[in-house]
């Protein structure tokens, strides 16, 4: 089992830059590079999508090439963290972001293929 906890969010201009992180604390017995790490997000009204995922090594997986292009994540496997970098901010990335794992080699890109979830923090872009 592993437990995670998002900061980082908060509000930023359009056209800004914010970098969100989750620390993971993990069970006894497991290390932090058995699980895979997903970051998601959810709009107002909207389902939860998935962004970009990333391995142990840190290999990454996204959404699409425009997510490509706006968001980026990295992994500390000493300190336990994960960063999601996001530049170029819209108001419509305006959502809570989640960071999520799962005892996983390679990324899902749906929410069921991760078992473990982070509370969520919000990020709003406005002016």
């Known amino acids: 089992q592993v437990q995670l906890v998002e900061s980082g969010g908060g509000l930023v201009q359009p056209g800004g830059s914010l970098r969100l992180s989750c620390v993971a604390s993990v069970a006894s017995g497991r290390s932090f590079t058995d699980y895979v790490v997903g970051w998601f997000r959810q709009r107002p009204g909207k389902e939860r999508e998935f962004l970009v995922g990333?391995?142990?090594?840190?290999?990454?997986?996204y959404a699409s090439d425009s997510m490509r292009g706006q968001f980026a994540a990295t992994r500390n496997n000493v300190r336990n963290t994960i960063w999601l970098q996001m530049n170029r901010l819209k108001p419509e990335d305006t959502a809570i972001y989640y960071c999520?794992?799962?005892?996983?080699?390679?990324?899902?890109?749906?929410?069921?293929?991760?078992?473990?979830w982070g509370q969520g923090t919000q990020v709003t872009v406005s002016s």
């Open positions: 990333i391995t142990w090594r840190g290999f990454q997986t």
């Open positions: 999520a794992s799962d005892l996983r080699s390679e990324p899902g890109t749906s929410p069921t293929d991760y078992e473990y």
